[in-house]
């Protein structure tokens, strides 16, 4: 895991060179991240795998759309490698966590199934805030934002439901 978030600070750092060759404005850490941290911080290794991994689902959404949303050839390529990389990241990941999680009674599993799922749509209305204008841009509004992020979660956490037809999923 210290490999993954290892990889997750190289992309950080690709970005920030990318942004500081183009003179664009930096920030300094903003609150969602350091939400984000705190979060994966809070308690044992399954949760910090469902942070990490929430973030990285996410994450292959937002990088497509950051891709479609420029002209710059040399983001276009970096947002692909950033999605080749999450999307090794999440593979294992939630192969991990389906594992982890098919060791506890039905119960048990629906109900952190749901509530990853709301974790990560939570987490989606946060990025819709703080990176809009990027996602209307490449043609995202909130709502197919949040379809395609909770898609991204259903096809690797919750493979029965996406397996059904959409018009069955809520």
Known sequence: MELFIREEQHHAALLRGFMQDHGIALKT?????????????????????HVLTTAELIGNVYYRALEAAT????????????????LAHVGFESQLLLALRARRPAT????LRSAHRAFLAAAAV?????????????GY????FM??????HDFYLDPLA?????????
């Open 71 to 86: 002209d710059c050839q040399r983001l276009k390529l970096l947002c692909r490698n950033l999605v080749c990389d999450e």
């Open 108 to 111: 048990v599993r629906a109900a």
């Open 147 to 152: 379809r395609a992020c909770l898609a991204q």
């Open 126 to 138: 946060v990025v819709w805030i703080t990176h809009r204008r990027v996602l209307q841009r490449a």
């Open 29 to 49: 850490r903003d609150w969602t991240d350091r939400v984000f941290r705190r979060v994966r911080r809070l308690a044992g290794f399954e949760l910090h795998l």
């Open 162 to 170: 996406a397996a059904l037809p959409s018009a069955s999923l809520p």
């Open 141 to 144: 509004r909130l709502a197919s």
